[in-house]
């Protein structure tokens, strides 16, 4: 699978030059990962609005969520693995 470092995920959802540079490189490697037929994995999902970002990203490059996996603390604080198989 490639990994995707919760650098280029944490704070990827806000109105900022750093995180449109962020949301640039997260869809280079999830193309990648798609013309070589590997899983993707996103770090560091920390919050609803990088999950949904990151859930229309795939939805866009029409990825199988089966192949995408999101790692990271959201919601009640615990660390969560969300997503299909490896």
Known sequence: A???DFTFVKDSHLNTEEAKRKRQTQR???SLAKIYGHN????GVENEEIFDNLMLLISELEI???NVKFQGYFRDGTP???GGTT
């Open 2 to 4: 490639l990994k995707v």
């Open 40 to 43: 993707i994995v996103f770090e």
């Open 64 to 66: 199988s969520p089966l």
């Open 28 to 30: 280079a490697v999830a």
């Open 80 to 82: 969560k693995l969300w």
